[in-house]
Nanobody
Framework: QVQLVESGGGLVQAGGSLRLSCTAS????????MGWFRQAPGKEREFVAA????????NYADSVKGRFTISRDNAKNTVYLQMNSLKPEDTAVYYC?????????????????WGQGTQVTVSS
C-alpha cells in the first residue's frame, strides 16, 4: 500500500499563491505518475495537473495552465503544486493521487492511491 499526505492548503486572497505538498510513504516504488485533482462543493472531482514518470512530461487542465506548476522531488517522495494568481473559482479540496502507470492521465480512474485532501479557499 501507498499512503499519501497532503499539506499546504489554507485561505488566501485572490491573486495570491499557495504551494501544496504531497508526501508518499509505504510501497512508493510501485508508483509512477503523480497527479493533483480538486473537488468543489456540489461538483465532481476534476483534474488539475499530472507529472509522468521519467521527468519532462506534465499535463494541466486548461483552467490552470500558466498559473499552476506541478513538480516532484523523488528523493523526498514528494510532489508539489505551486499555485499562483489564485482565483475564487480555484476554491476546492485538493487531492494528491499516485498511479502505477508511467503516464500522468487526467482521469481519476487511472490513479491507484489517493490522499485525504487539503482545503484551498480563495477569497475575492
Amino acid at each position: 500500500q501507498v499512503q499519501l499526505v497532503e499539506s499546504g492548503g489554507g485561505l488566501v486572497q485572490a491573486g495570491g499563491s499557495l504551494r501544496l505538498s504531497c508526501t508518499a510513504s509505504g510501497r512508493t516504488f510501485s508508483t509512477r505518475a503523480m497527479g493533483w485533482f480538486r473537488q468543489a462543493p456540489g461538483k465532481e472531482r476534476e483534474f488539475v495537473a499530472a507529472d509522468s514518470w521519467g521527468g519532462g512530461l506534465t499535463n494541466y487542465a486548461d483552467s490552470v495552465k500558466g498559473r499552476f506548476t506541478i513538480s516532484r522531488d523523488n528523493a523526498k517522495n514528494t510532489v508539489y503544486l505551486q499555485m499562483n494568481s489564485l482565483k475564487p473559482e480555484d476554491t476546492a479540496v485538493y487531492y494528491c493521487a499516485a498511479s502505477k502507470n508511467r503516464v500522468g492521465y487526467g482521469e481519476p480512474g487511472r490513479y491507484d492511491y489517493w490522499g485525504q485532501g487539503t482545503q484551498v479557499t480563495v477569497s475575492s
